[in-house]
């Protein structure tokens, strides 16, 4: 498949290397130039500096007739605008965004979006079906890859406490996806310190599943 990743940085290095290892051709569109210029050093694929709310810049990283296009903005409604001109515009097959605010997923499928994903509910859903005894693992269906999700609740002396995320050594193939700490929901940067008490829902694929874990809680598996 031809996808094209519309903004976004830590959820976009872990789609990036995921897709890639499934063989997909990639595009990827971001406003950041040093994050731009990082990955045209880690990877063969087209990189566009620029705004991908803008449609010249969509037409300029020629996305026309791509297969999906996923928009992991930090803002709802420039991922709405974004999932609306790939479609309408560039008759993009899928289009797939991220929300932060959760009461916008039916609305934003209600005007198009195929598929809309909230942390919220997402930490809802998995936190419901979990069967937790230090941490929980949920397999999730990646096309032929499979992705395990972790939530670790971070003690006070595990190693990473105090860290920035940007400080640990992740592998490749890892993300912090979502931070719950006390009744907020944190959709964690690079800059986002991990604080005693957090719980963490980490993607990471199988062969990076025991490190991650060694990482955060240091080494008591």
């Not at 990646?142 to 105090?162: A, G, H, R, W």
């Amino acid at each position: 498949m031809k996808i094209v990743i519309a903004g976004g940085r830590n959820e976009a290095d872990f789609l990036i290397g995921m897709m890639l290892s499934g063989k997909h051709k990639l595009i990827v569109i971001n406003e950041d130039r040093s994050y731009c210029e990082h990955l045209s050093s880690v990877h063969d694929i087209p990189v566009i500096l620029g705004d991908p709310c803008k449609e010249y810049i969509l037409q300029d990283a020629g996305i026309k007739n791509c297969d999906v296009m996923i928009a992991l903005g930090e803002k709802d409604a420039d991922n709405l605008a974004i999932c609306q001109m790939a479609k309408r515009l560039f008759a993009v097959k899928k289009t797939v965004c991220t929300v932060n605010n959760p009461k916008n997923v039916e609305l934003f499928e209600t005007l198009g979006v195929d598929r809309v994903i909230s942390a919220t509910y997402m930490l809802a859903h998995f936190i419901e079906q979990a069967s937790m005894v230090e941490n929980i693992v949920n397999v999730l269906p990646l096309n032929t890859q499979k992705v395990l999700m972790n939530e670790i609740k971070v003690d006070s002396s595990y190693p990473v406490v105090d860290k920035k995320i940007m400080e640990i050594d992740f592998p490749h193939h890892v993300i912090i996806s979502c931070i719950i700490r006390g009744e907020q929901v944190v959709v964690p940067n690079g800059q986002t310190k991990i604080m005693a008490g957090d719980r963490l829902l980490v993607l990471a694929t199988p062969e990076n599943q025991e490190n991650v874990v060694k990482l955060i809680i240091g080494s008591r598996i």
